[in-house]
């Protein structure tokens, strides 16, 4: 039986940093612009930290000016948006990004709306998600670009190709539904009131998994040939006999598909970690030399 081809996320997620640090330098050199990201966290959270270093880490490789603003958990709604409104007319600063989620006394939704749209390089706040429904330009969220940049990777053009996207959060699962419409696919969007599941997935040339379940997509699921993105990421225990340094159980990072179960049936498959996982940061970078763009009246570079 033949395997799936598996998606090399990190490849292709390296191409784009590669052109965007060209692309960075070419400002530098005939704009005398260097892009700027500013990220902000709010609070303590151990995974908001370690993806906002990596971030810091991506952005600077790339030749970028990055800036993180660290800001007390209890800071107060109306002090976030003053810092929002300052870096908005911040002229140095082209993308702002708030790192989610925020302290449960802030109203998530007034903050992102808060961001000039032309700096808003996760692509959140309303008129860039109006921008994308309408299929103009805009700000496209980071994670459903990563997504349909793999789909183009691996086949091509995308029209007339039945998608069935998994979840339906309006970081993954609604913007991935708009790109694939503004690609000619038939989509369908499943939740956890859909009936028949396994079927509605059985009968896609394209399965987006984005439901933070793990493992829960089977083999048995798919439709054989099929291309399958996998947009989970869960930690679950490892092997009973695997301990970290510290003594303590080891985790294991899985997607929403089980990988094994399903490789054994579609055509091409990405893997967790190293598919849906490297684009995210790949295309924020993109986002943010496109925000630049924009903001300077220089035609969109082609990344
Ligand atoms: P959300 O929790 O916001 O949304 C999950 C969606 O899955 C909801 O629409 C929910 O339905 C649906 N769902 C949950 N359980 C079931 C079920 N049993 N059957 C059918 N549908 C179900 O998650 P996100 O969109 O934020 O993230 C999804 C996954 O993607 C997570 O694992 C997350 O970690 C990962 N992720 C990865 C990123 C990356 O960079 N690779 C970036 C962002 C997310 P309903 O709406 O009805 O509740």
């Given at each position: 039986m033949n395997e799936a081809q598996i998606i090399d996320g990190k490849a292709i997620a390296r191409r784009i940093r590669e052109r965007v640090a060209l692309e960075v330098e070419n400002l530098k050199q005939k704009n005398g612009l260097t892009p700027s990201l500013t990220v902000i966290l709010v609070g303590e959270d151990p995974a908001s930290q370690i993806y906002v270093k990596s971030k810091e880490k991506q952005a600077n490789e790339v030749?970028?000016?990055?800036?993180?603003?660290?800001?007390?958990?209890d800071i107060t709604e109306k002090n976030l948006l003053?810092?929002?409104?300052?870096?908005?007319?911040d002229i140095s600063v082209n993308g702002i990004l708030l790192q989610l989620p925020l302290p449960e006394h802030i109203d998530e939704g007034k903050v992102i709306f808060a961001i000039d749209p032309l700096k808003d390089v996760d692509g959140f706040h309303l008129v860039n998600i109006g921008r994308l429904w309408t299929g103009t330009k805009a700000s496209i969220p980071c994670t459903p670009s990563g997504c349909l940049q793999l789909l183009k990777e691996t086949l091509g053009d995308l029209t007339g190709k039945r998608a069935l996207i998994l979840g339906r959060s309006n970081i993954v699962g609604k913007p991935m539904a708009a790109l694939l419409l503004n690609e000619n696919c038939t989509?369908?969007?499943?939740?956890?009131?859909?009936i028949d599941l396994a079927d509605r997935c059985r009968e896609s040339d394209i399965l987006i998994a984005a439901v933070g379940r793990p493992q829960m997509i089977l083999g048995?699921?798919?439709?054989?040939g099929s291309t399958v993105i996998d947009v989970g990421i869960n930690r679950i225990d490892a092997s009973l006999n695997e301990k970290n340094i510290d003594g303590k159980p080891a985790k294991q990072l899985v997607g929403d598909v089980n990988f094994e179960e399903a490789k054994l049936?579609?055509?091409?498959?990405s893997p967790v970690?190293?598919?849906?996982?490297p684009m995210t940061i790949a295309n924020l970078l993109r986002n943010t030399v496109i925000a630049a763009c924009?903001?300077?009246?220089i035609d969109e570079p082609n990344l």
């Open positions: 030749g970028m000016i990055s800036d993180t603003i660290r800001l007390k958990a003053k810092l929002i409104n300052e870096l908005n007319s989509v369908t969007i499943a939740h956890s009131s859909t048995d699921w798919i439709k054989p049936v579609a055509g091409h498959i970690p190293g598919g849906v996982g924009w903001q300077m009246g």
